[in-house]
């Protein structure tokens, strides 16, 4: 795996890199970006913030630790087996993505938007709903 900068990140991005399988992205400020069509497959994000970001038609198969993607509009991406751990989706619009095995731990969707579909329902723990309800331990139901 290979450890990135914002900044490299970023960089890349403009030079018309979409594909960014297994990289390492730490304490970083992407908010507000556009970014369509990136693949984060086999990543890790942790302590990103990703507030009011638009992502589409993005490979999000990723792991995503203490990130904010509060406000942000997340559409049409894949999101199978991704896992969100301490996330926050406060405001959030995730739309038309497939939510096959995802895993929503201790993530915060409150006022959010979450749409998707798949072969498998995805997991929830400890999640607190759109509603601002808190549901402790497991289930398939935001």
């Known amino acids: ?3 990135i900068t914002a900044e490299m990140f970023l960089k890349r991005y403009e030079n018309g890199c979409r594909d960014f399988q297994s990289i390492i992205l730490e304490y970083a400020d992407l908010s507000m970006a556009d970014f369509q069509r990136i693949n984060l497959q086999g990543s890790q994000l942790s302590y ?25 509009k997340i559409e049409s991406c894949y999101l199978e087996s991704a896992r969100f751990s301490d996330c926050d989706f406060r405001g959030a619009s995730v739309t038309k993505v497939n939510l096959t095995y995802t895993s929503f731990i201790r993530v915060n ?8 579909f798949g072969e498998e329902f995805p997991l929830f723990f400890n999640v607190v709903r759109e509603d601002g309800e ?3 331990g497991y289930t398939y139901e935001p």
Do not use: H, Y
Request: charged content about 25%.
């Open 134 to 136: 808190f549901i402790p």
């Open 109 to 116: 969707l409150q006022g959010a938007r979450l749409e998707g």
């Open 1 to 3: 795996m290979e450890k």
């Open 48 to 72: 990103v913030n990703l507030s009011r970001i638009n992502l589409r038609d993005s490979t999000l198969t990723a792991q995503f630790s203490f990130c904010n993607f509060r406000d942000s």
